[in-house]
C-alpha cells in the first residue's frame, strides 16, 4: 500500500524558514524521481522541485525558488524534505509531495506566508 504523508506546514512570516517532510512507505523514494508541488488558491499547480533516483540525481528547481529551496533525501527514513528559506507571500500554498510522474500523491500541506 503505497502512502505519502507530509508534514511541517504552517504559517510563517515573510523572511521565515519552514520544512516540509514527506514520509513514503509503500515503494523505496531513491529508486524513484520525487518532487514537491505547491497549489495556491486560484492558481494551476507547479512543480517547484525535483529530485533524481538513484545516486547523484539530478535536481530541479522552478526559478522562482531557486538559491532559496532546497529538496533533499534520507534514504534511511525513505522521507523527501523541502528546506524552504527566505519565504515570501507568493510562497503561500499548499505542498504536495509526490512522484516526478504524479503516479502518487499525498494529501498536502498547507504553508501560509503572511
Known amino acids: 500500500h503505497v502512502q505519502l504523508v507530509e508534514s511541517g506546514g504552517g504559517s510563517v512570516q515573510a523572511g521565515g524558514s519552514l520544512t516540509l517532510s514527506c514520509v513514503v512507505s509503500?515503494?523505496?523514494?531513491?529508486?524513484?524521481?520525487m518532487a514537491w508541488f505547491r497549489q495556491a488558491p486560484g492558481k494551476g499547480r507547479e512543480g517547484v522541485a525535483g529530485?533524481?533516483?538513484?545516486?547523484?540525481?539530478?535536481?530541479y528547481y522552478t526559478d522562482s525558488v531557486k538559491g532559496r529551496f532546497t529538496i533533499s533525501r534520507d534514504n534511511a527514513k525513505n522521507t523527501v524534505y523541502l528546506q524552504m528559506n527566505s519565504l515570501k507571500s507568493e510562497d503561500a500554498a499548499m505542498y504536495y509531495c509526490?512522484?516526478?510522474?504524479?503516479?502518487?500523491w499525498g494529501q498536502g500541506t498547507q504553508v501560509t506566508v503572511s
Open positions: 509503500g515503494f523505496t523514494t531513491r529508486s524513484f524521481c
Open positions: 509526490a512522484t516526478w510522474t504524479g503516479n502518487y
Open positions: 529530485l533524481g533516483g538513484g545516486l547523484g540525481g539530478n535536481i
